[in-house]
């Protein structure tokens, strides 16, 4: 198997129809990828809260399963409070408070799975 592509959003809690939209293009790229590509949704206000601090009325049987673990990227963007929804790909910052558009998208994951083939 070849290059798997972590690819992260972090979404307002509860979620705005832009994250409701992104999300939904996120899972049709894992859709059309799914040997490639893993989604990781990550919720404000719920993911790296302390318990006290958890809005627990939007949080879902879902949330209370353990996460893999966020890439630097996220947990740095997370902590400086990065405006949602924010998408990193690979590993790097691909969009912050728009819906990323499926084209866009695809030619990204495209793109790196052509750099990590063999030669």
């Known amino acids: ?5 972590k690819i992260e959003v ?3 809690t509860p979620p705005t129809s832009k994250c409701d939209e992104t999300v939904e293009n996120l899972r049709e790229i894992v859709r059309r990828h799914p040997d490639e590509t893993s989604l ?6 719920i993911d790296f809260m302390p318990e006290d601090f958890r809005m627990e009325e939007y949080m879902t049987e879902e949330d209370y399963l353990p996460k893999e673990d966020p890439s630097l990227q996220m947990r ?3 902590t400086k409070g990065r405006a949602v929804p924010t998408v990193i790909i690979d590993g790097e910052l691909f969009s912050t ?3 990323p558009e499926l084209s866009k998208l695809e030619e990204k994951v495209t ?4 750099k990590s083939a063999p030669r």
Do not use: D, S, Y
Request: proline share 0%.
């Open 1 to 5: 198997m070849g290059k798997r592509i």
């Open 76 to 78: 740095t963007l997370i």
């Open 40 to 45: 990781v949704v990550f919720k404000r206000g």
């Open 111 to 114: 793109e790196i799975l052509q």
């Open 97 to 99: 408070c728009e819906v």
């Open 10 to 12: 972090l979404i307002a």
